[in-house]
């Protein structure tokens, strides 16, 4: 996607930068819709909400899971009707289920919310058809659950049968398990899904509902260091498709519901950010940037992490998923360097933190040259304190398919 010369003219304009490419979030949208059969994907609008990239996914058919009542009206506002938008998150508050009442399809992820939902159904005379998250008795890699803040532990679920069938005003029709991101191994996220359909199984069984949807969560990884394998995600949507089939000859039309996480845009997107000083001392050299921690700040987390950790540091995503994430490049604005040099990567900050490599070699930097970052299209921008020090922020700017580049 790079293209350097398009780079260092918007460079002209702006010391930092968002970059995210049409294409690679089609060829992504594209890549999911043709593996997979019988599935309704849901956009994980927290990972990137750019305007351009929810009008693409609206565009190709998905829906929004929704994270907040921001998200909500964010679906509602690109069209999306109530069947589309599905608003799952733990602590929403009575305000958020009321808001979203008619707009989203609401996931209770408490015993609490789920009272609530009744008592504002309740008061509109209405019954809320509604999901419930499940903590489950297993996860991606196990067979036995762990301890979680989301949803309802599974066993408790099902003890609490008679309670929901008391609640006037509330019909459980669908569940919603997500227990991990980024996973790049496509036979645990198999296996994983056919847990999700033994689940809806007992669900039924044991709640004596019938279910109209089920939704899988994400997972599906994107490769972030050079020796990283991506899922082969035709191979997963076979084995997947395979396994709805023999799912829905049991059970009948339950809607199939998958989050894409950080699959759609995470590869879509690059950070350029621009040479502002470089200087040395006492044999370093430090290169400043312009809006690091405060511009991308998950490359100056990694190495806070990194700095701090005895060996390899366990990912803890969204903020740090493993080392030498970021396949930093240098775009020089003049001619092309022979020469490297080691040096740190800083940013602009009065803080010692606002760090994103160190000791690293790459060709010999000047004031004005431009440094990349990948993998910049998830978690990026959205997680990243742009109000530090009152800096100006990085614009975000979006290349259509067509080439037309939205700043």
């Known amino acids: 996607m790079k293209n350097n010369n398009l780079i260092l003219k918007l460079s002209e304009k702006y010391n930092s930068f968002y970059l995210y490419d049409g294409n ?214 076979k084995e997947t498709s395979e396994a709805i089939k023999q799912f829905k000859a049991e059970m009948g039309d339950v809607k199939i519901l998958i989050e894409t996480g950080r699959y759609v845009c995470g590869k879509a997107g690059i950070y350029a950010t621009k040479v502002l000083d470089k200087k040395y001392s006492r044999g370093t050299a430090f290169v400043i940037l312009s809006s690091t921690l405060n511009g991308f700040t998950r490359p100056s987390l990694a190495a806070m992490v990194e700095g701090y950790a005895d060996g390899i540091p366990a990912p803890n995503e969204p903020f740090y998923t493993k080392p030498d994430a970021f396949c930093f490049k240098v775009i020089k604005n003049s001619q092309e360097a022979a020469e490297t040099e080691t040096v740190t990567l800083c940013g602009n900050l009065c803080t010692a933190a606002d760090l994103v490599a160190k000791n690293i070699s790459l060709p010999k930097l000047e004031a004005g040259d431009i440094v990349t970052m990948e993998n910049a299209g998830c978690y990026a921008a959205v997680i990243t304190p742009f109000q530090f020090s009152s800096h100006t922020p990085p614009k975000e700017i979006f290349i259509t398919t067509d080439g037309e580049i939205i700043e």
């Open 24 to 237: 690679t979030v089609q060829k992504s949208i594209d890549n999911l819709k043709n593996s997979f059969e019988d599935v309704q994907f849901l956009y994980s609008a927290k990972t990137n909400p750019h305007s351009q990239i929810v009008k693409a996914v609206v565009k190709n058919g998905f829906g929004i899971d929704a994270a907040s009542l921001g998200e909500v009206l964010l679906g509602e506002r690109n069209g999306l009707t109530k069947e589309k938008i599905y608003y799952s998150t733990p602590g929403k508050t009575r305000q958020d289920i009321a808001a979203a009442f008619d707009k989203a399809v609401i996931i209770a992820d408490s015993f609490s919310e789920i009272k609530t939902i009744d008592e504002i159904a309740s008061g509109k005379g209405i019954k809320a058809l509604i999901g419930v998250r499940i903590n489950p008795d297993f996860t991606f890699d196990s067979d036995k659950g762990v301890a979680a803040k989301y949803g309802i532990d599974q066993e408790a679920l099902f003890a609490h049968k008679e309670w929901i069938k008391s609640l006037a005003n509330v019909e459980i029709i669908g569940i919603h398990v997500h227990s991990k991101s980024q996973e790049l191994n496509g036979d645990v996220i198999s296996t994983y899904h056919r847990k999700m359909f033994d689940l809806c199984k007992k669900v039924e069984q044991h709640l004596e509902i019938k279910l109209k949807f089920v939704n899988l969560g994400s997972g599906i990884g994107i490769p972030f260091a050079e020796d990283d394998m991506p899922v082969n995600v035709q191979k997963l949507g």
